[in-house]
């Protein structure tokens, strides 16, 4: 014998709960996250365009230190960083997407962890995010 309420209460934790937002704010949340993508692009296409001029042209080939170990480690780690903050824009870029695909589904707004509305100013400064301060706080302690 089934238990109908028991069925239930598993239904409606299997249905994904609508975006607190209507088309018109959801407009507006993909617009901003089209434009910190587009910011993320443009980011990594710098570090790109830095990557390739290799950072020769900062060691003089008359200099007696033109080989010197230290300008050598220093382009490196500088190289290193460059691929660090390309990573970092990637993955970026990543949740971004995702935040748009929340907002095709109109699960945009939702918190993962609670299943409650995220606050709109959290939001607006992370758009991307799927968790709400209240569950931030609550994983960190």
């Given at each position: 014998?089934?238990?109908?309420?028991?069925?239930?209460?598993?239904?409606?934790?299997?249905?994904?709960?609508?975006?607190?937002?209507?088309?018109?704010?959801?407009?507006y949340?993909?617009?901003?996250?089209?434009?910190?993508?587009?910011?993320?692009?443009?980011?990594?296409?710098?570090?790109k365009?830095?990557?390739?001029?290799?950072?020769?042209?900062?060691?003089?080939?008359?200099?007696?230190?033109s080989?010197?170990?230290?300008?050598?480690?220093?382009?490196?780690?500088?190289?290193?960083?460059?691929?660090?903050?390309?990573?970092?824009?990637?993955?970026?870029?990543?949740?971004?997407?995702?935040?748009?695909?929340?907002?095709?589904?109109?699960?945009?707004?939702?918190?993962?962890?609670?299943?409650?509305?995220?606050?709109?100013?959290?939001?607006?400064?992370?758009?991307?995010?799927?968790?709400?301060?209240?569950?931030?706080?609550k994983?960190?302690?």
């Open positions: 014998m089934v238990d109908v309420n028991k069925k239930k209460s598993s239904e409606k934790s299997n249905e994904k709960i609508k975006t607190p937002f209507n088309d018109k704010e959801l407009e949340f993909r617009k901003l996250i089209l434009q910190k993508r587009q910011d993320a692009l443009d980011e990594i296409d710098r570090w365009s830095y990557l390739s001029n290799d950072n020769r042209e900062e060691l003089d080939s008359d200099s007696g230190y080989f010197h170990l230290a300008d050598s480690a220093s382009v490196g780690t500088d190289r290193e960083h460059a691929y660090l903050m390309m990573d970092r824009q990637k993955k970026l870029i990543g949740y971004l997407d995702r935040a748009l695909e929340r907002i095709e589904n109109k699960t945009y707004g939702i918190c993962r962890v609670t299943g409650k509305p995220i606050n709109r100013e959290r939001l607006e400064a992370i758009p991307h995010t799927e968790i709400s301060i209240e569950a931030k706080l994983n960190q302690r």
